[in-house]
Each structure stands twice: as structure tokens, then as C-alpha cells.
């Protein structure tokens, strides 16, 4: 029997949820919500390390009671705790949990007092009156939340990062162009902090004029569906099923607010558990002083940490684990940000499977201001899209001599080169040897069980030519996990063998994930941020790279491309086993 990091991490935030309903010990909710945000961000396979007799104690942020109940549930497929909290409420309660809106205390309500158990029968029962009839509910809250379960049904579960943050991004112009008075206005909530996948847009500005910007807003053209109109508050549906959530606040609350509707939840209890021990509470006005609750309001955010005594988190670590300890001491990250990065190390053309020509693709990467750029396109391998032959490849180094001069700025030859099912490479040594960059990935054979991938990148790693290997766990956003490979046991071999790891910034892959780059950072792994551009537009894919970068708590020393272009040939020109030294101290 399987039980995933997510499957684990998703039965503690049940249980924590569950307790709440119950009104048990608000510290004992919090224990098993931070307990599923550590399962959560954790690299490794807890099923893994549970069938080879680790100790989980050994893991920060997993005591003697977590461990135990991972351990049963890896065993049994079961917590006894957590079936033992179900039984004792309604059937339903968690279910309705996930309506938006709907607390801990009004699901119980809800599923106790109707009857109702799944959404549908929830559906029958506002139809039918029994909700309106409910105490403390009425016809209005009824049909609210009425609305909520239609639109749940018929809106994706979650819509990808590179979807969602341009959508924000061109609402957010769309509105600058309307309302010259709209003042501050930034994204808040997860697509703030970065996550890979978004439930809604929330956005938060500022204006003399709220009214002529919520208006703005639900008539601008991708809007299908108004769900609120207010002054302060406005919902909207767009053409592609995303609900954007446009709040507008008072500028002198503004850092306040949006330190508030950023999150995440996990992230605000500690900080409002810390602010509690400094004589202080928080809400999305401000922060006030227990004694004698004046309000002090933050007009912005480097302002409401400083107040605490803390030096501005960023948003994209905001995840409750160990950034406020962290704070607290001074050792905070310096983050990588996209204008440290001098290249980009992993660009395809249309000699494979790329839309832009050569000369485009190296135009593009001058104009955006790169000092280099490596042309990697495709081996042959056993993939889907046609690859370059030794003779195309060498072909193609000799067509680039002249590129990089002619477009003021440095091409680097490359090749993201097949692993094949056995581990050997699609091009012979020799060939990739005159090259200034290998990238090698795995496209084909995805078949393979996990510890047959395993050994397949490993022994690739081995060979002296790879530099770098592409988006190593294979996933693909929403589709395909990387659970189950030896993420460890690739991370032991890349820092034994001085070969650096990809963050891939195509929007649907993000490989290396957060959690995995995190490790990797432990470990002294190099990193490296590319596009996996096919066409001009999508060299703008490295800024999802350092979002999750970010969200690892990468800095620009563990990045190879924001070395200067002198230093990274340098790099490549040294030894594998050698190199790891070239980097140390960067971070």
C-alpha cells in the first residue's frame, strides 16, 4: 500500500481540520498543520525512509506523534486517530470545508443540519429550502453559497502558474490604463508567493478612486461572469474559468493588507504567536498593542515586519517553517532575483523542435540583456521531435562561430543530449566533447520504475562530458509526479561528480521543485536556471525558474548562469570532480 508525501501531508491537514471542528486545543491544530506543511516540502520519500527503518525524529518539525502516525499510515494505510475525529462528526464536514466561505464550525452546521454528506446533496438542499431554514443561515447566505458549489464544479482545481500570473499581469495593465488614479497594485495570496499552481487571483491596490476601478474591472473584455461588485471588494470570472478577487484598501493599511492576504496561514499563526509574546496582535489594518489596543496601521510591509523587529521576509518563503526563526537571527537569504542571472544555459531552435530560427533566438536573448546564451538543441534520442545527428550537431557549432559577434553577445554550443534507457548518452563522447555545454535529459523510457530512472541519471552523471541534467525528476506539472525516484541518491551523485542540476522554468514542467531545490542547496548541489525556450516569448521562462529558485531558498551563489560569462567558462573548462570549489563561497 502507497501513501505519497501529499497523501500524508493531506491527512494532517484533515485531522487539523477535523480538531478544529471538534474545538480542540488551538495548539494541537497548529501542531498538525505545520506537521503537513514540513511532509509537504519535504524532498524525500517519507514511505521510503519508513520501509528502510529511518528515524523520522531526525527530520526537523517531526516529533515522537507525527512520526508515529506516519509510520502507521505508511504500514496500514490508515491512522486510527484521524478515522476515530471523522466518525465523530457529521458526514460531510470535510467536504464542505472546501467551499469557499464556509469555516469549520458553519461545514458541521451545514452537514449535521441537512443531512447533506457530498456537494450534490448539498446542492439538493438549498433547492429544496432546507439551508435557508438552517439557524443562522437564511435565504441570502443560502444562494451565496449555492453560487460557491456551481462555480466549484465548473472551474479547474488549479491552474498553473504560467497561466495565471500573466492573466494577473494583464488585468493589472488593463486597469493602470483605466484608472489613472489606481495608485499601488501588486498580486497577493499564493500567486504571490510563487506557488506552482494557483486556486484564484487575488489582487490588492490602492486608489483615490476604488469605485472607477471595480468598475474597470467587471467590464473589462475577458470577463464572463460577475460573482460581487462592491467599492472594497470584486469578483470576477474570466474567459478561461480563472475567479480573480480585486480588493481595494486605504494606502495607509496597504502593507498591513497585503502582508495579510498574502499568507500563507501557516505563516501568519507564527507570526501572529510572535507578535502575542511581543505585547502585540495583527490583523489586516495594522498591528496593536495588547495593553491598550491602539492601532498602529502599516502603510507597508518592510514597515509591519520592522515594527515586530524583523527584517522584511519575502513573500516566497512565507511558508511557515523556519523563515521567522531565521529572521529573528539575521540569516536570512539574500534570494536570487532574475537580474542576477548573466545567460541562459538551455535554449532549442528550430534545427529540432523550436519555432525561431538561430539567429533569432540569440537576437533575442542580446536584447534582453544576457551576456550569453547556450543553443542546446535536441539529440536524437527515441523522443517525439526530431533530433540533431552528430553531423547536424557539429554542423550547427559551426554555423554559431560567427553568431555571437554578429549579435553582441557570447553563444555557447550545446546540446540537450538524450540519457538513454541504459544511461549511456545519444551522442558519442568525442562529438559532445567540442561542444562548450552538455544538458542531459530524459524524454523516453519514462516507464521505467523509479529505481530504474535512478540509476539511469546517475550513471549519466558519471560521464565527463554532462554538465548540467535537464529537468532531472521528469515531471510535469499536474500530470506526472517525481514521487518515488531517489531524489537523495541523485543529489549524492551530482555533488560527488561536480554535475549541476537544472530549475527548469518551462511553466509546465518546474523541475527542480521547491522542496527538491531546497535539499540541493543543503547539499552544496550546483544549480542551474534555464528556459527550455522554443521560441523568443518563452525566454522570458526563466522567471518562473527563479520563483521556484526562490521558494528554495536559493541565492545567486548556488546559480552557475549569474556567474559572469569569464567565470562560468572557466567553470566549464575545469574538471567535473573539481569544480564544486570554484563555487564555494558564492552563496
Aim: aromatic share 4%.
Amino acid at each position: 500500500m502507497s501513501s505519497t508525501n501529499d497523501q500524508i501531508a493531506g491527512l494532517f491537514d484533515d485531522m487539523a481540520t477535523l480538531l478544529q471542528m471538534k474545538g480542540d486545543s488551538i495548539f494541537k491544530v497548529r501542531a498538525y498543520q505545520r506537521a503537513a506543511r514540513t511532509v509537504e516540502q519535504l524532498p524525500m520519500s517519507l514511505e521510503k525512509a519508513v520501509r528502510e527503518g529511518e528515524d523520522l525524529k531526525a527530520i526537523p518539525g517531526i516529533g515522537d506523534a507525527i512520526s508515529k502516525k506516519i509510520q502507521e499510515m505508511v504500514t496500514t494505510g490508515r491512522v486510527d486517530t484521524y478515522e476515530r475525529l471523522k466518525s465523530e462528526l457529521p458526514r460531510g464536514s470535510l467536504t464542505f470545508m472546501n467551499i469557499p466561505g464556509v469555516g469549520p464550525k458553519t461545514a458541521v452546521l451545514i452537514a449535521r443540519e441537512t443531512g447533506a454528506g457530498t456537494v450534490e446533496e448539498l446542492e439538493r438542499a438549498i433547492l429544496q429550502g432546507r439551508l435557508a431554514d438552517v439557524p443562522r443561515m437564511g435565504e441570502k447566505t443560502a444562494q451565496n453559497i449555492l453560487r460557491h458549489v456551481r462555480r466549484m464544479r465548473s472551474k479547474k482545481s488549479r491552474v498553473p502558474i504560467g497561466d495565471a500570473l500573466p492573466m494577473a499581469e494583464e488585468v493589472i495593465s488593463q486597469l493602470h490604463q483605466a484608472c489613472p488614479g489606481l495608485d499601488r497594485v501588486s498580486p497577493a495570496g499564493s500567486l504571490r508567493r510563487s506557488k506552482e499552481t494557483v486556486g484564484d487571483i487575488d489582487i490588492m491596490g490602492t486608489s483615490d478612486d476604488p469605485d472607477a476601478v471595480m468598475d474597470a474591472l467587471v467590464g473589462l473584455p475577458q470577463v464572463r461572469e460577475v460573482l460581487g461588485h462592491g467599492s472594497k471588494k470584486s469578483s470576477v470570472v474570466v474567459q478561461s474559468g480563472l475567479q480573480i478577487d480585486l480588493r481595494m484598501v486605504d494606502a495607509d493599511s496597504w502593507g498591513a493588507m497585503l502582508q495579510y492576504f498574502t499568507g500563507s496561514q501557516q505563516h501568519s499563526i507564527l507570526l501572529r504567536d510572535y507578535a502575542n509574546q511581543r505585547g502585540l496582535s495583527l490583523n489586516e489594518y495594522g498591528i496593536s498593542d495588547l495593553e491598550s489596543g491602539a492601532l498602529e496601521k502599516q502603510a507597508d510591509e518592510e514597515g509591519f515586519y520592522r515594527r515586530l523587529g524583523l527584517p522584511l521576509i519575502p513573500p516566497e518563503i512565507r511558508e511557515g517553517m523556519w523563515e521567522l526563526d531565521l529572521a529573528r537571527e539575521g540569516r536570512l537569504p539574500r534570494l536570487v532575483e532574475i537580474g542576477d542571472l548573466r545567460g541562459d544555459l538551455h535554449v532549442h531552435s528550430n534545427w529540432t523542435d523550436g519555432a525561431d530560427s538561430l539567429e533569432a533566438m540569440v537576437q533575442a536573448a542580446a536584447a534582453a540583456g544576457l551576456e550569453y546564451v547556450a543553443i542546446t538543441d535536441r539529440s536524437p534520442g527515441r523522443g517525439t521531435s526530431a533530433g540533431l545527428s552528430s553531423k547536424d550537431l557539429l554542423d550547427q557549432v559551426r554555423t554559431l562561430a560567427s553568431l555571437g559577434e554578429r549579435c553582441g553577445i557570447r553563444v555557447l554550443t550545446g546540446c540537450e543530449v538524450e540519457i538513454l534507457p541504459d544511461g549511456s548518452l545519444d551522442h558519442p563522447e568525442d562529438v559532445l566533447q567540442q561542444l562548450d555545454i552538455v544538458v542531459a535529459s530524459i524524454h523516453s523510457a519514462l516507464g521505467q520504475s523509479p529505481a530504474e530512472m535512478t540509476r539511469r541519471i546517475v550513471k549519466a552523471m558519471a560521464d565527463p562530458t554532462v554538465d548540467i541534467v535537464g529537468h532531472p525528476t521528469c515531471r510535469m506539472v499536474g500530470s506526472r509526479e517525481s514521487e518515488g525516484l531517489d531524489v537523495e541518491a541523485l543529489f549524492a551523485a551530482a555533488a560527488a561528480t561536480g554535475t549541476a542540476m537544472e530549475i527548469n522554468g518551462n511553466p509546465n514542467r518546474l523541475d527542480l521543485k521547491d522542496s527538491h531545490i531546497q535539499r540541493a542547496v543543503d547539499l552544496g548541489v550546483p544549480l542551474a536556471i534555464g528556459s527550455d525556450a522554443r521560441c523568443i516569448a518563452d525566454l522570458a521562462h526563466t522567471r518562473f525558474g527563479v520563483a521556484m529558485a526562490r521558494r528554495g531558498w536559493c541565492e545567486a551563489g548556488h546559480v552557475l548562469n549569474t556567474l559572469p560569462a569569464p567565470d562560468l567558462l572557466a567553470y566549464l573548462g575545469t574538471p567535473k570532480p573539481h569544480r564544486r570549489s570554484l563555487l564555494a563561497g558564492r552563496g
